[in-house]
Each structure stands twice: as C-alpha cells, then as structure tokens.
C-alpha cells in the first residue's frame, strides 16, 4: 500500500475508531457521519454486522463494507424501479472495490490477513497490544477511508 494516511482526515478518523475498538466496518462508517444525517448510535449498530469480514465469517472486509455502507448512504438510489441509477451505483460499488484491490491485492478479510481457513470462532479477540501489532487492519481501515474520501472529492455528493 502506497499512499500517505496521514494526509486524509477520513482515514485518520477510522484508524482512531479502530484503535478504540470498533470493528473494521463500524470504523470506516463512522468516520464519515459529518456527510450523512444518521445519530452515532445508530451507525454504529447498522455497521456493526460486518467486522472480521461480515460477523468473523472472513469474507468481504469489513473496511471494504463500511466504504461501500458510506457510499450507499451519500449516493444510492431509492427507487427499484430507476434502473439507471442502480446501474451507476453498481458500477460505484464496482469502482471502489477496484481500487481497494488494487492497493491491497484482495477484498476478502481471510485472505488479506493470510488465513488459511474461511470460519473462525465468532467470539472477537481481545484487541491487545500483540493484536494490534500482528494484524493490518488499522491500516486496511485507513487505506478504505483514504479510498472513499478521494471518491468523495471526486464525485460531489449531490443530495
């Protein structure tokens, strides 16, 4: 991964959050609530299924999760019937997904930690300093927020 964090507030927000616990999801999520009018309460819960790659199942990350959950909140369609905007979110969710592959090789939790089986426990680890040192994931969650923060600037939210 080559690209400056420290240079994105959106990513240094979710990397705090991850720091003080949340899950990968709830981290990237919540570091964008300025742009969307949901309580904290609320966006912590909706976001909270999909840490450890969707509840410790080790498939999509959660960072990747909590990317596409921001950018269906500042820009998805409500209609099932306006086909043309579910295609350009579609193609939205595709882009981001692109880029966060790009950057880490995988979108999938297992496979960016280098586990060998899908399942794990559902009881979360003990967020420890030895935890923190043997897992990327503060970094994931940075580089997912750098991501949509970029997309953000790139593509302004218009409603």
């Not at 579609?90 to 995988?106: C, D, M, T």
């Not at 939790?109 to 967020?127: A, F, H, I, M, N």
């Amino acid at each position: 991964m080559n690209i400056d964090l420290t240079s994105s507030q959106y990513a240094q927000k979710a990397m705090n959050l991850f720091k003080e616990g949340y899950n990968c999801s709830q981290s990237v999520f919540l570091a964008f609530k300025d742009l969307y009018g949901i309580d904290r309460r609320t966006a912590l819960k909706l976001s909270s299924s999909f840490g450890g790659g969707m509840g410790r199942l080790r498939e999509v990350c959660g960072s990747v999760s909590g990317m596409f959950l921001t950018a269906g909140i500042l820009y998805g369609y409500d209609s099932p019937k306006d086909r043309s905007s579910k295609t350009e979110h579609y193609k939205r969710i595709q882009e981001l997904a692109r880029s966060f592959e790009e950057l880490n090789g995988s979108i999938v939790c297992r496979e960016l930690l280098g586990l060998d089986q899908k399942k794990e426990s559902y009881v979360p680890e003990e967020r420890t300093k030895d935890y923190y040192r043997k897992r990327p994931c503060e970094q994931i969650v940075g580089c997912a927020a750098y991501i949509m923060e970029e997309y953000i600037m790139n593509h302004p939210i218009l409603s």
